[in-house]
């Protein structure tokens, strides 16, 4: 009963479900042909990354920089550029999931407390956006980067050449928007100055650098796993409570649904045929309705063109509310303040997404364009 209750709770983990089963039907994969699927290394380096951020989100250290920074009153557009930021950059190292948990009820609560509520929906709108497309530029920036990186097999410099110009714009972009923020006075609520448990933290971000050695391929994942899990174990036993274990599983069950497909006959030629030279806009359109990360692991397995596939399915977690999972995070903190408007939400959400995916989508057909052309005089130059 508790299983059908969470599976209804969660449409996508259901589906991913019924893909995987109704697949291994029709070619039941042999058991260590299911351990070869599941890409171990990718879905450890992801919990390990979950249980680390958790433990620096847990000790205040995020809540106390904005502490530092922030003192008796600030503009309210000071203020929403600091969330809006904060979620871009963070997102970049620790996922934009992770980023909208810390930065989006951190917010509200200012906002709610300083009694500017109109300065709520707008600024976690945007705080939502920034994560979302600041989150493109690294591989760990969310899951479904970190996925391609490794399926592809990528190098840093590779994968940053593809992602860096279209985050630039967008954090232009995003900060032209600011500018429509409400520019009032916010008064800030007196905080105690608690000081933070280096003892820690410091394990925590040094953990943290090893699984960036990991991701540059300095580090192998058994001696990475050999080291952070015991380690993890011996700090807080209980971060691994924290883990995002729904995104574990999903990815699991669509790497044993993904794999089955390739050895039936029917999936093994047309799919990669009908999506040869148009991965940009399948991956895009395809985020809308089943989010970025299902659609990224289902269309990987038929296309070696990684670069349109890594624009389209991050590009395409904006748009609608579902495009990006990240983005129901902060719907969600939104629903729980006392004075929500849902419906003025996502029109507020909906239109700002359109207006960057507009704009972004312009800068493709731009690189589409010239792209080769920039490059061929970059490499003269």
Same mark, same amino acid.
């Not at 000790?59 to 871009?88: E, N, V």
């Not at 980023?99 to 609560?109: C, D, H, K, R, T």
């Not at 990224?296 to 495009?323: H, R």
């Given at each position: 009963?508790?299983?059908?209750?969470?599976?209804?709770?969660?449409?996508?983990?259901?589906?991913?479900?019924?893909?995987?089963?109704?697949?291994?039907?029709?070619?039941?994969?042999?058991?260590?042909?299911?351990?070869?699927?599941?890409?171990?290394?990718?879905?450890?380096?992801?919990?390990?990354?979950?249980?680390?951020?958790?433990?620096?989100?847990?000790?205040?250290?995020?809540?106390?920089?904005?502490?530092?920074?922030?003192?008796?009153?600030?503009?309210?557009?000071?203020?929403?550029?600091?969330?809006?930021?904060?979620?871009?950059?963070?997102?970049?190292?620790?996922?934009?999931?992770?980023?909208?948990?810390?930065?989006?009820?951190?917010?509200?609560?200012?906002?709610?407390?300083?009694?500017?509520?109109?300065?709520?929906?707008?600024?976690?709108?945007?705080?939502?956006?920034?994560?979302?497309?600041?989150?493109?530029?690294?591989?760990?920036?969310?899951?479904?980067?970190?996925?391609?990186?490794?399926?592809?097999?990528?190098?840093?410099?590779?994968?940053?050449?593809?992602?860096?110009?279209?985050?630039?714009?967008?954090?232009?972009?995003?900060?032209?928007?600011?500018?429509?923020?409400?520019?009032?006075?916010? $008064?800030?609520? !007196?905080?105690?100055?608690?000081? =933070?448990?280096?003892?820690?933290?410091?394990? *925590? /971000?040094? &953990? @943290?650098? %090893?699984?960036?050695?990991?991701?540059?391929?300095?580090?192998?994942?058994?001696?990475?796993?050999?080291?952070?899990? $015991?380690?993890? !174990?011996?700090?807080?036993?209980? =971060?691994?409570?924290?883990?995002?274990?729904? *995104? /574990?599983? &999903? @990815?699991? %069950?669509?790497?044993?649904?993904?794999?089955?497909?390739?050895?039936?006959?029917?999936?093994?030629s047309w799919p990669a045929k009908m999506l040869n030279g148009h991965e940009f806009w399948v991956s895009l359109l395809l985020s809308q309705v089943l989010s970025n990360v299902p659609a990224t692991v289902l269309l990987a397995s038929y296309t070696e063109s990684y670069a349109p596939?890594?624009?389209?399915?991050?590009?395409?977690?904006?748009?609608?509310?579902?495009?990006?999972?990240?983005?129901?995070?902060?719907?969600?903190a939104y629903l729980q303040t006392r004075f929500s408007k849902p419906g003025y939400y996502l029109l507020t959400f909906t239109g700002s997404n359109l207006a960057v995916l507009v704009l972004l989508l312009l800068y493709y057909h731009f690189y589409m364009k010239y792209g080769a052309?920039?490059?061929?005089?970059?490499?003269?130059?």
């Amino acid at each position: 009963m508790l299983i059908y209750q969470k599976l209804r709770q969660n449409p996508d983990l259901a589906a991913a479900l019924v893909f995987a089963v109704i697949t291994s039907i029709i070619a039941p994969p042999a058991p260590g042909d299911i351990l070869q699927r599941i890409n171990l290394p990718l879905l450890g380096l992801l919990l390990f990354l979950m249980c680390i951020v958790a433990g620096l989100r847990l000790s205040g250290f995020f809540a106390a920089i904005f502490q530092h920074l922030f003192q008796g009153s600030a503009s309210g557009r000071s203020l929403g550029r600091f969330f809006i930021f904060s979620c871009y950059f963070s997102s970049m190292f620790i996922t934009n999931d992770v980023a909208l948990i810390i930065f989006v009820p951190l917010a509200i609560m200012i906002f709610t407390e300083a009694r500017r509520i109109r300065l709520m929906v707008p600024t976690v709108c945007w705080q939502t956006i920034a994560a979302n497309l600041g989150s493109m530029l690294t591989p760990i920036g969310n899951p479904q980067n970190l996925f391609i990186y490794s399926h592809y097999g990528l190098e840093p410099a590779a994968f940053l050449s593809i992602t860096a110009p279209i985050v630039i714009i967008s954090g232009l972009a995003i900060y032209l928007a600011t500018y429509t923020l409400t520019d009032c006075m916010v $008064p800030l609520p !007196a905080q105690p100055d608690t000081a =933070l448990p280096w003892k820690k933290i410091l394990p *925590l /971000l040094f &953990l @943290f650098t %090893l699984c960036l050695l990991h991701v540059v391929h300095l580090l192998s994942f058994s001696l990475l796993a050999g080291f952070v899990l $015991p380690a993890l !174990a011996l700090l807080n036993y209980h =971060l691994f409570k924290e883990a995002d274990y729904k *995104l /574990l599983l &999903l @990815f699991a %069950l669509l790497f044993i649904g993904v794999g089955n497909l390739s050895h039936i006959e029917l999936f093994q030629s047309w799919p990669a045929k009908m999506l040869n030279g148009h991965e940009f806009w399948v991956s895009l359109l395809l985020s809308q309705v089943l989010s970025n990360v299902p659609a990224t692991v289902l269309l990987a397995s038929y296309t070696e063109s990684y670069a349109p596939l890594l624009l389209g399915v991050n590009i395409g977690g904006l748009g609608t509310i579902i495009a990006s999972m990240a983005s129901v995070i902060s719907f969600k903190a939104y629903l729980q303040t006392r004075f929500s408007k849902p419906g003025y939400y996502l029109l507020t959400f909906t239109g700002s997404n359109l207006a960057v995916l507009v704009l972004l989508l312009l800068y493709y057909h731009f690189y589409m364009k010239y792209g080769a052309l920039i490059a061929h005089f970059s490499s003269a130059i």
